[in-house]
C-alpha cells in the first residue's frame, strides 16, 4: 500500500519555528533519497531538500541555514525542522522520494504570518 502521511503544519509568525514530519510505506521509502516539496498558490512544487539513505543532505538556497532535513530509517519517517521562517515560506509542504514518485499525500499546510 503506497502511503505519505505529512504532518506539523500551521500557523506561525515570522522567525518562528516548524517540525514537519512524514510517514511513508516502505515501497517508497526502501533505500532512496527522500526529500520535502513545497507549492505556494500559482507557482510550480519545488524540492526544498533532500537526503540520503545515509543521511547526506542537499538544501534549496531560499531554506539553506533555516531548515534541516533529518530521516529515521527504522521509522519510515522524514522530518524537516523548519527555523526563522519567512512569510514566503508560506505553502503546503510534501514529502517523496528524490526523483519522486507519481503519488503524492495530502501535504501539510505551513502558513507564515508577518
Known amino acids: 500500500q503506497v502511503r505519505l502521511v505529512e504532518s506539523g503544519g500551521g500557523l506561525v509568525q515570522a522567525g518562528g519555528s516548524l517540525r514537519l514530519s512524514c510517514v511513508v510505506s516502505?515501497?517508497?521509502?526502501?533505500?532512496?533519497?527522500m526529500g520535502w516539496y513545497r507549492q505556494a498558490p500559482g507557482k510550480q512544487r519545488e524540492l526544498v531538500a533532500r537526503?540520503?539513505?545515509?543521511?547526506?543532505?542537499n538544501y534549496a538556497d531560499s531554506v539553506k541555514g533555516r531548515f534541516t532535513i533529518s530521516r529515521d530509517n527504522a521509522k519510515n519517517t522524514v522530518y524537516l525542522q523548519m527555523s526563522s521562517l519567512k512569510p514566503e515560506d508560506t505553502a503546503v509542504y510534501y514529502c517523496?522520494?528524490?526523483?519522486?514518485?507519481?503519488?503524492w499525500g495530502q501535504g501539510t499546510q505551513v502558513t507564515v504570518s508577518s
Open positions: 517523496n522520494s528524490f526523483p519522486s514518485e507519481p503519488y
Open positions: 516502505s515501497i517508497i521509502f526502501g533505500l532512496k533519497p
Open positions: 537526503i540520503t539513505w545515509g543521511g547526506n543532505t
